[in-house]
C-alpha cells in the first residue's frame, strides 16, 4: 500500500500584481485505494493542489511538504514524480504538434515502467482501451491533442490513465465540459482503474454531477486555499443542494 | 487548417477552393469591364507587357512582383547589391564572403570548384564539360547577381542525364557528392537533365568547408518523373548561394527537396518553371538551424502554362542564439495559366529563446480560371506548458524535446522516399538536437 501525504502545504503564484498567495496549509492523506473528492467553488484553489502535486513550475511551494510513501515528491522533477507514480490528469491537455498518440502513449509507457512494452500485448491494450472509451482506431495516428474536441481530450486523459497504471491519479475537472454520455464514459474509465486496484484516487470537481459515477469514501470543500469542511460521501449529497453558499457567506462575515 | 490552429500563426492567409470558385467570375468580369481597377488590375497590367516570356526584364515592373524580376546571364546587367532590395532584406551580406561584390573593387571568383564524386546506376551519364557545352542555359536563368556572377566564373559543368525512358527508382540512386575545396569563393555549375519518360533519383550532397555560388539547372523533359535532392551538409565555416533552376515540361513529374543543415550562411533559390501543361512540382523543405546559422530558402514556382500543380511544402526546427531561417515562396499565376492548383506551406518550430524565423509566403493571382491557390505560414514555439504535459508522463526533457523536433520534421523526411536517405537525414536531425543547448 502507497500513501501520499500533503502537510501544511503553502503555495504561491507570481502574478503583474505581484506575489499571490493560493493555497494556505492544506493537509491531506491519500491511501491505495481510497478516493477523495476536493470540491470547492471557482478560484478556491483546488487545481492549484494538483499542478503543484505534479511540479507545474509556475507554482511555488513556500512551505509544508508532499511525500510518496515518505519520499520527498518536491525534490523531484515533474517527469520523476510522474515515474514514481503520480498522475495527473489535465483540465486543459496541450496540444503537441508532430507527435503521434501511438508515439507518444508507447514513449510515456516505456518511461514509467523503466523498459519498452511488449510490442504485441501493448498494441493490444491499447486498442481494447481505446474502444472502451470509444475512441476511433484512427485517433492513434492523430498528433496529440491536435485537433480533439473538449471531450476527446478529457477520454485521451483517462486513456492514459489506463494504459500508465500510476499508484495515484489526480483528476483535474475531468468533468468539466462533458455531456452527460462523455461523462459516464469517462467514469467508466476511472471506476476500470478503481477497480483493477492500487490506486489511490484524488478527483477534484467544482460540481457533483461526477459523484453520481464515480463514488468518494472522503470529501473535502476547499474554500480560500484551505479545507473548509470534511466528511464522508454524504457531504457530497448536501452540497449537491445547498451548494457552496453557505462557506461563502461564513467567509464574508469573519472577513 | 488543423496546421494553424496549434499555434500561433503569425502569417497566413489561405484562399479555400470554394473562395478561388467563386471568385472565379468576379475576377473575370473585372479583368474585361476595367482591369485597371479591379483588385488584381496592378498585375494584370503587367502581365499584359510580359506574359508569355517567363524570362522577361524587369523595366518599368516594381521589384515586388516576382513577373518583373530581372533575370540575366550577364554580371553587369545587375545592379550591385545595397542589402535594401527585397530578395536581400534578410540576408546578412557582410557574411557572404565577397560572393555578392564579384566584380567589384576586383572581388574574383575563382577559387578551385568543389571535387565532384560520382555514384552512378548504369545508364545514368554523368559528363565533365566544358562552358559551351550547349546544354547549359536550357533550364535556367540567372535572377540575381550573385547567381549571374557563378554564371560567369565557372570553369567546367557537369551535366547528369538520366537517358529516356530510364527506369529508376529508389535502389539505384545518382549521388553526386561535391565536397568544397577551402574558403577561396568559388563557382560551380551542375545541370540534371531527365530525358522523354525516364524516372529516376538524383542526389547532390555537399559537404566540407566552401564559399560557394553555385547555379544548378534541373531539366524535367515531358512525361518524365525526376526526384532531386540537395543536401546541403557543410562544414559549420561554409557560405553557400545555390540558385536552382526547374524546367518542367508537359505531363512531367518533379520532386525536389530542399535539406539545409550544415554552414555559416546558406541561401537556397530554388525556381520551378514549366514548359508545358499538365506538369506536377512538388518542392520539400527542411532546414534546422542552429545558434549563429542564417539558413535562407527562397522558392519561386512561375505557373505560366494550363493544369499545372505545385505544392510547396518547408518545414524548419530553430535552436540557440541568433539561429536565424527565412523562407520566402513566391507564386505567381500568370494570366495564361487556367486550371492551375497550388499551395504552398511552410512552418517553424523555434525550440529556444534567440532563435528568429522570418517566413513570407506571397502569391500573385493573374487569372481567376483557377482549381485552387492558397499557403500557410505558421512559426510555433516549444513551449513550456508542451514540456510539462510530456514531462507529467514520465518523460524526460531532452526526450520530449526530441520527440517533439522528430515528429515535426518528419513529415518532410517520408516524402523523399528514399529509405538510405531517410535514414541518413533522422540521424542528422538526432544530431542537431543533441546539441540542443538547454
Not at chain 1, 108 to 115: P, Q, V
Not at chain 2, 334 to 358: F, H, P, S
Request: proline letters at 3%.
Amino acid at each position: 500500500m502507497s500513501t501520499l501525504e500533503i502537510k501544511d502545504l503553502h503555495v504561491s503564484i507570481e502574478t503583474e500584481q505581484g506575489i499571490k498567495p493560493i493555497l494556505k496549509g492544506v493537509s491531506l492523506t491519500i491511501n491505495t485505494g481510497e478516493t477523495h473528492a476536493i470540491m470547492g467553488p471557482n478560484g478556491s484553489g483546488k487545481s492549484t493542489l494538483a499542478s503543484t502535486i505534479a511540479g507545474h513550475p509556475r507554482y511555488t511551494v513556500d512551505s509544508g511538504s508532499i511525500t510518496l510513501d515518505g519520499e520527498d515528491v518536491l525534490a523531484m522533477t515533474v517527469d520523476q514524480r510522474a515515474r514514481a507514480g503520480l498522475f495527473l490528469a489535465m483540465q486543459y491537455p496541450v496540444e503537441i504538434p508532430g507527435v503521434t498518440m501511438t508515439n507518444f502513449l508507447r514513449t510515456a509507457k516505456t518511461a514509467i515502467d523503466g523498459e519498452a512494452p511488449k510490442l504485441r500485448t501493448w498494441t493490444k491494450d491499447v486498442k481494447a482501451a481505446m474502444a472502451q472509451l470509444r475512441i476511433e482506431p484512427e485517433f492513434a495516428e492523430r498528433n496529440v491533442n491536435e485537433g480533439f474536441s473538449g471531450g476527446e481530450k478529457k477520454r485521451h486523459e483517462i486513456l492514459q490513465l489506463e494504459l500508465l497504471r500510476p499508484k495515484f491519479a489526480i483528476l483535474d475537472e475531468t468533468d468539466s465540459g462533458l455531456d452527460v454520455d462523455a461523462l459516464k464514459v469517462v467514469s467508466e474509465g476511472v471506476n476500470r482503474s478503481i477497480e483493477a486496484g492500487g490506486l489511490g484516487t484524488l478527483l477534484i470537481t467544482h460540481y457533483t454531477r461526477i459523484l453520481r459515477y464515480i463514488k468518494p469514501q472522503f470529501v473535502h470543500v476547499f474554500v480560500d486555499g484551505a479545507i473548509a469542511e470534511q466528511g464522508g460521501a454524504e457531504l457530497a449529497d448536501r452540497l449537491e443542494a445547498e451548494g457552496y453558499d453557505r462557506y461563502l457567506v461564513a467567509e464574508s462575515a469573519t472577513a | 487548417m488543423t496546421e494553424l490552429t496549434q499555434e500561433h500563426a503569425t502569417d497566413s492567409k489561405v484562399w479555400s477552393q470554394d473562395f478561388i470558385k467563386g471568385m472565379t467570375e468576379e475576377g473575370e468580369s473585372l479583368s474585361e469591364i476595367n482591369p485597371e481597377s479591379g483588385p488584381l488590375g496592378g498585375s494584370a497590367a503587367k502581365a499584359h507587357s510580359h506574359g508569355g516570356d517567363s524570362h522577361g526584364g524587369g523595366v518599368g515592373v516594381p521589384d515586388s512582383s516576382r513577373a518583373g524580376r530581372l533575370t540575366s546571364y550577364n554580371l553587369a546587367d545587375f545592379p550591385a547589391i545595397t542589402g535594401r532590395e527585397e530578395e536581400w532584406r534578410f540576408t546578412p551580406l557582410k557574411r557572404l564572403r565577397g560572393l555578392d561584390r564579384v566584380g567589384i573593387k576586383g572581388v574574383k571568383l575563382n577559387g578551385p570548384a568543389p571535387l565532384v564524386e560520382v555514384s552512378a546506376p548504369d545508364g545514368v551519364t554523368v559528363e565533365t564539360v566544358g562552358r559551351e557545352d550547349a546544354r547549359i542555359g536550357t533550364a535556367g536563368i540567372p535572377e540575381d547577381r550573385v547567381a549571374a556572377a557563378a554564371w560567369e566564373n565557372f570553369s567546367e559543368a557537369t551535366i547528369v542525364t538520366l537517358p529516356a525512358e530510364f527506369a529508376g527508382n529508389a535502389d539505384n540512386v545518382t549521388t553526386l557528392t561535391l565536397t568544397g575545396q577551402g574558403d577561396a569563393p568559388a563557382a560551380s555549375h551542375v545541370v540534371v537533365i531527365a530525358k522523354k519518360f525516364a524516372t529516376g533519383v538524383v542526389v547532390l550532397d555537399h559537404r566540407g568547408t566552401a564559399v560557394l555560388s553555385e547555379n544548378i539547372e534541373i531539366l524535367v523533359e515531358d512525361g518524365a518523373n525526376l526526384t532531386v535532392v540537395s543536401i546541403q551538409d557543410w562544414n559549420d565555416d561554409a557560405v553557400h548561394a545555390s540558385a536552382q533552376h526547374l524546367l518542367v515540361g508537359r505531363d512531367a513529374k518533379i520532386k525536389h527537396v530542399v535539406i539545409n543543415l550544415g554552414g555559416d550562411l546558406l541561401r537556397t533559390t530554388p525556381a520551378a518553371r514549366y514548359s508545358g501543361t499538365g506538369a506536377d512540382v512538388e518542392m520539400y523543405g527542411l532546414y534546422f538551424a542552429d545558434a549563429g546559422q542564417h539558413l535562407e530558402q527562397r522558392l519561386f514556382v512561375d505557373h505560366s502554362t494550363k493544369n499545372c500543380k505545385s505544392r510547396v511544402t518547408y518545414k524548419g526546427a530553430l535552436q540557440g542564439d541568433n539561429a536565424h531561417a527565412v523562407w520566402i515562396g513566391d507564386v505567381l499565376i500568370r494570366k495564361q495559366a487556367e486550371g492551375t492548383d497550388t499551395y504552398e506551406m511552410n512552418r517553424n518550430l523555434i525550440l529556444t529563446q534567440g532563435a528568429r524565423a522570418d517566413s513570407v509566403p506571397n502569391l500573385e493571382i493573374e487569372t481567376g480560371m483557377i482549381e485552387g491557390a492558397g499557403h500557410a505560414s505558421a512559426t510555433g514555439r516549444f513551449d513550456d506548458e508542451q514540456l510539462f504535459y510530456l514531462q507529467a508522463r514520465g518523460i524526460e526533457e531532452s526526450v520530449a524535446r526530441r520527440l517533439v523536433v522528430r515528429g515535426f520534421l518528419n513529415e518532410v523526411i517520408q516524402h523523399i522516399q528514399v529509405p538510405a536517405l531517410e535514414e541518413r537525414l533522422r540521424e542528422s536531425v538526432e544530431r542537431e538536437l543533441a546539441a540542443t543547448p538547454q
